[in-house]
């Protein structure tokens, strides 16, 4: 696996956020922390707020065809989309309701993800040196499982010792019983 859990979840929201911003495919999508200066015109920005794992994990009985055993886990990713430029609004809004399409659960579907929850949009303007910008966004609840193969350790063998006594059969305790 060359790639991260984390750079695997960016690229899975990504592909998710390009077909929900099918009305608007010539507005650049970044994300929040990556280098370079603002764009000029409207953009969304992508913002992995946190991941949380779920739960514990769930281990296979079976061996997959390498000896290997399956180990998943359940995440939650908290994600945020943000809108600015004169053109956010309609972005926005566009985004919001196309992230239910089934274009969009198809791709989630593809990229092994799920959407789970999302908050309102809301309007946020920001401040730049000496005007106000347009900006809007909404936060997601995406889920999504793991699955780490790992070795297996093999049972070598198994010994289990019993006595016969007349009719009866019982098992010798594996360690002294104390009374």
Do not use: C
């Not at 995440?75 to 309701?97: C, M, R």
């Not at 730049?128 to 936060?139: A, V």
């Amino acid at each position: 696996m060359s790639d991260s859990l984390y750079t695997q979840l960016e690229d899975a929201v990504r592909a998710v956020a390009l077909i929900a911003n099918a009305n608007n495919s010539s507005t650049p999508i970044i994300f929040s922390h990556q280098p370079g200066s603002e764009p000029a015109t409207s953009y969304i920005v992508i913002n992995v707020l946190a991941i949380d794992q779920i739960g514990g994990s769930s281990i296979s009985a079976l061996l997959n065809k390498n000896n290997k055993t399956d180990v998943r886990v359940v995440y939650e990713a908290l994600v945020q989309f943000s809108f600015y430029g004169p053109a956010s609004g309609k972005i926005s809004n566009d985004f919001y309701h196309l992230l239910n399409s089934p274009s969009a659960l198809e791709a989630m579907s593809k990229e092994n993800i799920a959407l789970m929850r999302k908050t309102r949009l809301r309007r946020n303007p920001q401040r730049r040196e000496t005007q106000w910008i347009d900006s809007f966004n909404f936060d997601t609840t995406f889920n999504y499982i793991v699955n780490t193969p790992v070795t297996a350790v093999p049972i070598e063998h198994v010994v289990i010792e019993e006595q016969y006594a007349g009719n009866r059969v019982t098992t010798i305790p594996p360690f002294p019983q104390t009374p």
